[in-house]
């Protein structure tokens, strides 16, 4: 068995998949996004964006310090009509939350308690089938298909009277596979005369396509169609818990009432300036581009099958069970994805700084060829 | 009718009512605490303490910015550990939430929906049953007696089977009563046997009165008692949303699996530095004395009846309209309290700093005696 320093050393042999840390970033990208120091466990385990918040995003934070110790109230109003203004809707369309998760969990118990019908995916992201369970939802499952994407004429085929929405997770979490554009639309315009279709788009930004639409299009024409969206991903303000929801005014009214926390007053300064920083914007998309290329890389040279990812993450077809290469992993110091049933033996992993991923890297090649 | 002027300088002859904002605070308070600049309307109206948060959290939270692009669950069990210990009980009876407020919704909603009924004084801080009353719940109001306390025997006189819940905001939001240390303790003891009694103690820090009790206590023991606690008052940290509920490990198991939101991870630095922070707890405390006092001396002055504080509010016998008497004391720059049915014409108004309770005074001396 060879030491980790060798490892380290012959596998920056296999086509530069490692590098020295020093050449990742550019002097002045070091100087705007100061790399994290490296922590004992690296974490490519929650899709988060190791680079936010950004310099622009922290000041406006400490700016916002003397209005830490107001309700977040009027804060969230004023962020609400800038989005409003983004979106192409008005204010009343637009419901801050406290990260998307508490859009989808509160869409889920709004439209889906007492016996509702949640029609989704899998697998896919589980906030809003998980919470609406636990109020008395119940959820049609819809496998993906061969090629890991949703199954629209199945999911389409599964809608009954008792159907109350169809969840989409565009790109999706954790297969990282998109629709294709105009079948989406159609179906989200022929759908949401029957139901209401859910659209969460957590990782819209990190789509390469050019001119790919966001549902809120479908939201400006009045459809039965509510969007989601994070400063979780692209922005990375994970931690400080915003989001938002996007719909028609009736149906915002009806969710609205149910909102249980909101967000903060440093999340909404935070969002209000990320949505104004490009520059961090872009490098963030650069940045992940960058770390997927690697990834891409590795699983080519290990001849482990991936599906080409519209996201930050990479879901591959790990030839272990999950659940042995999880703790495997992080014994070599990388949290990866947790288990993503019925895809036991696939494995989602995030891309984090190039130092990180160089982490995962080489714990891959000391358990696959070790 | 005299200037704005004329009534500051009129009234700074009343027993030192109004005085100079420099000999409000000592310079080594000033250079700890640099007050807020006076903003065009004052709120006073939100109970918030403009104070927060204090320089050592600010420092906490701009610590934490490394950590705000990750999700907040890791941070957050940390923070429920020490908790813990702080109330004597295991990690297991923590919940942390959004501020108290998401507890309050979530507990509600937990044991309450479809039909179950809480039991609650009017007038009250409403967050709980609002919020259930959506969910299905039917609300037994039981009005506060002569002294604004809640009547603890007309309370468990209404005890039914179809008692779910019984909230008690203690001390009072909006009346600023305590109950008697004893009699709240022998009352939740035998309650509990019948019913879950739920304590908020949001405002629990300005009591008075020496080695008053929090009922965390009766969770110590086992009792179907629920503490709310939150960081938004004395910490001044209402803008973060951070608060946590202590409930016997069954009952949490049911609360904890519906909480939506969570806090985040700058609240979560900011609540941990917080509780270390003795200077700035102290310093919150005796300049919400101060406040108080000189909201006292002005209804003294004034001869409005008003109910002794045990918080940092004070609600008091306006003997107007409170819907006329808000827009009325907007114009003079202050927000006050919104109206508390069925007490229409009393006015609860928060401490601020003392410069913003001057500007109460000088608006409350032009309404009433101009």
């Not at 490296?38 to 934070?61: D, M």
């Not at 549902?215 to 915003?242: E, H, P, W």
């Not at 009214?253 to 935070?270: D, F």
Request: hydrophobic share 40%; charged share 20%.
């Amino acid at each position: 068995m060879q030491s980790r320093r060798d490892w380290l050393r012959s596998s920056i042999g296999l086509g530069g998949l490692l590098m020295a840390p020093s050449s990742l970033l550019s002097a002045q990208e070091r100087a705007a996004y100061r790399p994290r120091p490296l922590e004992n466990i690296v974490r490519l385990s929650s899709n988060e964006n190791p680079y936010g918040p950004s310099k622009v995003v922290q000041e406006a934070i400490s700016t916002a310090f003397d209005h830490a110790c107001r309700y977040p109230y009027q804060y969230s109003d004023a962020l609400a009509e800038k989005l409003a203004k983004k979106h192409g809707v008005g204010p009343e369309s637009i419901i801050i939350t406290g990260g998307s998760t508490e859009g989808l969990k509160i869409a889920g118990l709004t439209f889906a308690h007492n016996g509702g019908e949640i029609i989704a995916g899998q697998p896919t992201f589980l906030a809003m089938m998980d919470y609406a369970k636990q109020w008395g939802a119940s959820i049609q499952w819809v496998p993906v298909g061969a090629d890991k994407g949703y199954d629209l004429d199945a999911i389409e085929n599964r809608i009954s009277s008792q159907t109350k929405m169809i969840f989409l997770c565009n790109p999706n979490n954790p297969t990282g596979t998109l629709l294709p554009a105009q079948k989406l639309k159609d179906f989200c315009q022929s759908v949401s005369q029957k139901t209401i279709v859910f659209s969460d788009e957590a990782y819209y930004d990190f789509i390469e396509e050019e001119n790919y639409p966001s549902m809120d299009t479908l939201v400006r024409d009045g459809q039965n169609v509510i969007v989601s969206k994070t400063f979780s991903k692209v922005y990375g303000l994970a931690g400080l818990r915003i989001g938002y929801l996007i719909a028609k005014p009736e149906l915002a009214a009806q969710i609205r009432k149910n909102v249980v926390a909101m967000s903060n007053v440093l999340a909404i300064a935070a969002a209000d300036a990320a949505l104004q920083d490009d520059a961090f914007y872009s490098f963030s998309l650069a940045k992940n581009r960058e770390a997927k290329s690697k990834i891409y890389a590795l699983l080519d040279h290990l001849k482990l099958d991936y599906v080409p990812s519209s996201t930050n993450f990479v879901f591959f077809h790990a030839q272990k069970d999950i659940r042995s290469l999880g703790p495997q992993m992080l014994e070599k110091g990388v949290r990866i994805g947790r288990p993503f049933p019925p895809f036991y033996d696939w494995c989602r992993i995030s891309t984090g700084t190039l130092e990180e991923v160089n982490r995962f890297v080489a714990g891959m090649l000391e358990v696959y060829q070790g």
